[in-house]
């Protein structure tokens, strides 16, 4: 039986503005675009504009999705962070080719990434897990992340447990199976909503290490 939701969802669509966007206005690197509309998402006050979707395929081809913080960016690509045991980190082991989205619906933007992620290395993974808050560093350690757990108190019980164990220690060390990836784009679009869903749509195709092709892709 169709709810009465489901028969108003259609009734939820609005329309976007034509701030419109062409080619010419994003700069040649497609890194560089990202900065600047990753900016203004901050400048409007978005709650955590860095927030994005990463979604990964398993060794199997089953498809999963998953939103996550960016944590470093720069020349070479997109740096999360994450549990190595995590069904995303086991997908990503598997199978690195990787897609994100980062959904600035206030905007009427969205960014499309696919790229491949590789680990970072482990001299990079201790400096960023050296600057998270403590009680961030014993959730790494305590949580079996995206396993079966059988309650609540099952966890609180961890916490507690790795709390004590780093009771007298002022240093915190990193989980071995802590740690970044580093997805490197080959691929990035930038789409802008326009009026009569006529959306705006800039696509960069990487060419080599410092090239990259673009071009618009029709709504």
């Known amino acids: ?47 955590e504009p860095n927030a994005m979707v990463v979604s990964t395929v398993s060794a199997a081809g089953a ?18 962070y994450t549990n190595f045991n995590s069904r995303k ?17 206030v905007l009427e933007r969205q960014v499309r990434i696919e790229g491949v992620a590789s680990r970072v290395d482990e001299v990079e993974a201790d400096a960023y897990f050296a600057g998270r808050p403590r009680g961030s560093q014993l959730g790494a350690w305590a949580s ?5 757990v059988p309650d609540l108190a099952f966890l609180r ?3 507690t447990t790795e709390s004590d164990r780093f009771a007298g220690s002022d240093v915190i060390p990193r989980p071995p199976q802590w740690s ?4 490197r784009p ?6 802008q909503g326009r009026s009569g869903r006529m959306h705006d749509r800039i696509q960069f195709s990487r060419l080599d290490d410092n090239r990259w092709r673009k071009e618009r892709l029709a709504p």
């Not at 939103?67 to 960016?73: A, N, S, W």
């Not at 079996?144 to 079966?148: G, K, L």
């Open 1 to 47: 039986m169709t709810s009465d939701l489901s028969r108003d969802l259609a009734s939820w669509r609005r329309e976007y503005s034509d701030q419109g966007l062409d080619v010419d206005d994003l700069p040649d690197n497609p890194i560089s675009a990202f900065v600047e509309w990753l900016s203004a998402a901050r400048a409007v006050g978005l709650h």
């Open 63 to 80: 498809p999963s999705s998953r939103m996550v913080l960016l944590k470093t960016l720069d020349a070479r690509g997109f740096v999360f």
């Open 89 to 105: 980190g086991r997908d990503l082991l598997a199978n690195p080719a990787c897609a994100l989205l980062f959904p600035w619906h």
């Open 144 to 148: 079996p992340q995206s396993d079966v």
């Open 157 to 159: 019980e961890r916490y």
């Open 180 to 183: 970044g990836f580093l997805v």
């Open 186 to 191: 080959h691929l990035m679009e930038f789409w």
